[in-house]
């Protein structure tokens, strides 16, 4: 199977400006979740999603914002960019069928956003 | 809430030699915990995870829950588990995992 694909790989944007990070999980898995990896914070959780729904939220503000479609695709979005918001983005896609609890989450190779 | 501690931020040892990550964690319920790995230049992988109880590449972790620890654990370093490895507990919320910090492990030949 081929694994969790990111695009794109780099992004450079300016403060201000909105970006758009696009996520295609493993065939067949429906969750996708979402992080941000700095060095200062480490890797912190974003949200997740399942069958278009949004399932669960970490603390970021609301400028962070996802979806996901019906081929289980996701998109994460944030508006009005800031230098702190630079960062790996990583996507994870697991097959969970709803329960809560883990399941083995594979994760992408992440979007490297730079805010200048 | 739930945390995740790594104490080490780096560790170096020989080849051969045994090593030893440690994690510690907080979380009031019956929490899964994992060892997740990077090596260089490649994406965030799972070792391995407390209720499969086996050992990958040599590297085996116990969960302790009175001290609330999942060290991981290699009694003979090879070269090639030069890496960032990360303790990570998943709890009763969808689709998170909270992370540690990591932790650099170098093994010098």
């Known amino acids: 199977k081929a694994g969790v694909t990111q695009t794109p790989r780099y992004l450079i944007k300016t403060r201000g400006q909105q970006v758009t990070l696009s996520c295609s999980p493993i065939s067949g898995h429906r969750s996708v979740s979402w992080y941000q990896q700095t060095p200062g914070q480490g890797l912190q959780f974003l949200f997740e999603?399942?069958?278009?729904?949004?399932?669960n939220k970490g603390n970021f503000p609301g400028r962070f914002s996802g979806r996901q479609f019906s081929n289980s695709r996701s998109e994460m979005n944030v508006s009005t960019l800031e230098l702190g918001d630079s960062a790996l983005y990583l996507c994870a896609s697991s097959f969970a069928e709803g329960a809560v609890g883990y399941n083995e989450q594979f994760f992408g190779p992440g979007t490297r956003l730079t805010v200048l | 809430a739930q945390r995740v501690t790594q104490p080490e931020k780096l560790l170096s040892v020989f080849k051969g030699a045994p090593v030893e990550l440690k994690c510690n964690y907080s979380?009031?319920?019956?929490?899964?915990l994992f060892w997740y790995v990077q090596y260089s230049r490649q994406r965030l992988q799972l070792l391995l995870r407390?209720?499969s109880r086996e050992s990958i590449k040599g590297f085996t972790a116990d969960l302790n829950k009175g001290e609330t620890s999942f060290h991981l654990k290699k009694p003979f370093a090879q070269e090639e588990d030069s890496a960032m490895y990360y303790c990570?507990?998943?709890?009763?919320?969808?689709?998170?995992?909270?992370f540690g910090q990591g932790t650099i492990l170098t093994v010098h030949p």
């Open positions: 990570a507990l998943s709890g009763t919320s969808y689709g998170k995992l909270t």
């Open positions: 999603y399942f069958s278009e729904t949004q399932r």
């Open positions: 979380y009031s319920g019956s929490p899964e």
């Open positions: 407390h209720i």
